[in-house]
């Protein structure tokens, strides 16, 4: 009986690995550090290695394994299993990953965009669990995000869909790395808006953000929220314009797909209900329409770290378990 799946999350420190059960359970996980400087090659051997270890360890044959999902940064083609680039590990390019991956474990592979896996672990066994519609936003480097719809991953005519950091949300706005200007992500990601303080601060604003940003040489998004809770002028208009930043984006998404739930993780989120959530939900009932009543929740993320792998394991399920 085939009632396993393998997940891996493939970044550019760790290849995060885990055997997954039916009812979306880690039975069994592990880490191990990406081989990045040996090429492509090296860091799947490294995966392929981990995933055989898992089966061997767990006592478990290629017989009780339905396939591996593998959650990678992008861009990807899906459809044929390639990476066509990769910023974060050198060597990926046009690299056949999932055939790879299944040549030297000898089990079906099945490849995914990172975010969109993280999506779908989070739908499976999160904070998305039992419902129809969810968009998953992770607050980091950038904006991350992946949307299900009907509960299936949607991922668009070109593989492309789910990229709500890159919503355009300002004309003339910040120059992005995508090369478009005025990108959500721009305004209420962690970075960017450590970066906005920063810039402020270069700027002349003096204060207790300022004095941290003096003392430590840089200032991240915890810097900020400790210095708000403190009582620093800028430091609440810095968070307070993120929150409301991305509380339209929240807002632009229920005009879109109507989802039942918003779910907010990454790094920031950790800042948890009454410092980010509660803060966002005001916003976002501010900017919301008053056409009808709010329908749609937030909620916080609440698989941290282990949602890529969980989400990997289920993508696999999708493609080789019905
Ligand atoms: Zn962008």
């Known amino acids: 009986m085939r009632d396993y799946c393998i997940g891996i999350d493939l970044g550019g420190t760790f290849i995060k690995s885990a055997l ?13 550090p990406t081989p990045a400087g040996g090429g492509p090659d090296a860091v799947v051997a490294v995966m392929a290695r981990d995933a055989l270890e898992l089966l061997a360890e767990q006592g478990l044959s ?8 593998i959650g990678s940064p992008g861009p990807l083609d899906l459809k044929n299993g390639i990476v066509v680039g990769m910023p974060n590990i050198p060597g990926f390019t046009m690299y056949p990953l999932r055939d790879r991956v299944s040549a030297l474990t000898k089990l079906p592979a099945v490849l995914e965009n990172d975010a969109n896996a993280a999506a779908l672990g989070e739908f499976l066994a999160g904070g998305g669990r039992d419902i129809e519609n969810m968009v998953l936003l992770t607050l980091g480097t950038g904006v991350g995000s992946g949307i299900i719809i009907n509960r299936r991953l949607y991922r668009g005519s070109f593989s492309q869909a789910g990229e709500v950091g890159h919503l355009l949300v300002e004309p003339e706005g910040e120059l992005c790395g995508c090369g478009q200007r005025g990108c959500l992500e721009r305004y209420c990601s962690a970075t960017y808006l450590a970066q906005y303080a920063v810039r402020r601060i270069e700027a002349g604003q003096d204060g207790m953000l300022a004095q941290r940003l003096k003392a430590k040489g840089t200032i991240n998004s915890i810097d900020v929220n400790e210095c708000r809770k403190a009582g620093d002028a800028l430091a609440i208009e810095t968070w307070n314009r993120a929150l409301r930043f991305l509380a339209m984006g929240c807002v632009s998404l229920c005009r879109l797909l109507d989802p039942d739930r918003i779910v907010i993780g990454g790094g920031m989120a950790k800042a948890g209900v009454a410092d980010l959530l509660d803060p966002l939900k005001a916003f976002f009932v501010e900017e919301h329409w008053k056409v009808a009543p709010v329908h749609t929740e937030l909620v916080l993320a609440e698989l941290g770290n282990n949602a890529g792998m969980i989400g990997a394991a289920g993508v696999a399920w999708e493609k080789h378990g019905q």
Do not use: A, C, E, L
């Not at 039916?22 to 191990?32: A, G, H, L, T, Y």
């Not at 290629?62 to 999902?69: A, N, P, Q």
């Open 20 to 32: 997954v059960s039916r009812d979306w359970q880690i039975v069994r996980d592990k880490q191990s």
């Open 62 to 69: 290629h017989g009780d394994i339905v396939g591996i999902g």
